[in-house]
C-alpha cells in the first residue's frame, strides 16, 4: 500500500447544509457534482475531500450510523504562518464554522486553533514553523 491518503469522506446528517458550508463558504471547487446528487467530491492540493450520507455510509460500511462525541479524527490544515491562519481561522467562522480554540502558540513550538464545521467535525489550522505543510 503506498503511504498516501487519497481521499477523505464526511458521512453528513445535512448534505444540504454541509455541501454550502464547503462550496460557498469555504470556497472548495466541486468535481463532476450535479445539483440534487447525496455525494460530492471536492479538488483540494494533493487530495480530495468527499461528503456523503451517513446513513448511506455507514451501510456501505456494514457499520451503525450512531455515534456522539470525538471521533478521534481532526482534518488539518497548515498556513505558511501566523497571520495566515489567523486569517483563515476568521473566514471560517464568519461563514459558519464554531470556534473551538482560539489560533494561539501551542506546546510543540507552532500556532494553531480549532473550529467545527456545521456538523462538528474538527478542524486545526495551523502554522508549523519547522515542517512547511502548507
Not at 470556497?27 to 455525494?39: A, C, I, V
Not at 482560539?102 to 510543540?108: G, R
Not at 489550522?125 to 519547522?130: I, L
Request: with cysteine; net charge negative.
Amino acid at each position: 500500500m503506498k503511504p498516501k491518503i487519497s481521499l477523505i469522506t464526511l458521512a453528513v446528517r445535512d448534505f444540504p447544509r454541509m455541501l454550502t458550508f464547503y462550496r460557498d463558504g469555504l470556497g472548495f471547487p466541486t468535481h463532476n457534482f450535479q445539483e440534487g446528487e447525496d455525494f460530492c467530491m471536492f479538488a483540494l492540493e494533493g487530495s480530495w475531500l468527499a461528503l456523503f450520507p451517513r446513513e448511506a455510509s455507514a451501510e456501505d460500511a456494514g457499520v451503525s450510523p450512531e455515534g456522539s462525541g470525538f471521533s478521534g479524527v481532526v482534518l488539518s490544515h497548515n498556513a505558511p504562518s501566523r497571520t495566515e491562519v489567523d486569517s483563515v481561522f476568521a473566514h471560517v467562522l464568519s461563514v459558519g464554522a464554531q470556534e473551538i480554540k482560539a489560533p494561539q502558540e501551542v506546546f510543540w513550538g507552532g500556532y494553531s486553533g480549532y473550529f467545527a464545521d456545521p456538523e462538528g467535525n474538527l478542524w486545526e489550522v495551523a502554522h508549523n514553523p519547522f515542517t512547511d505543510l502548507s
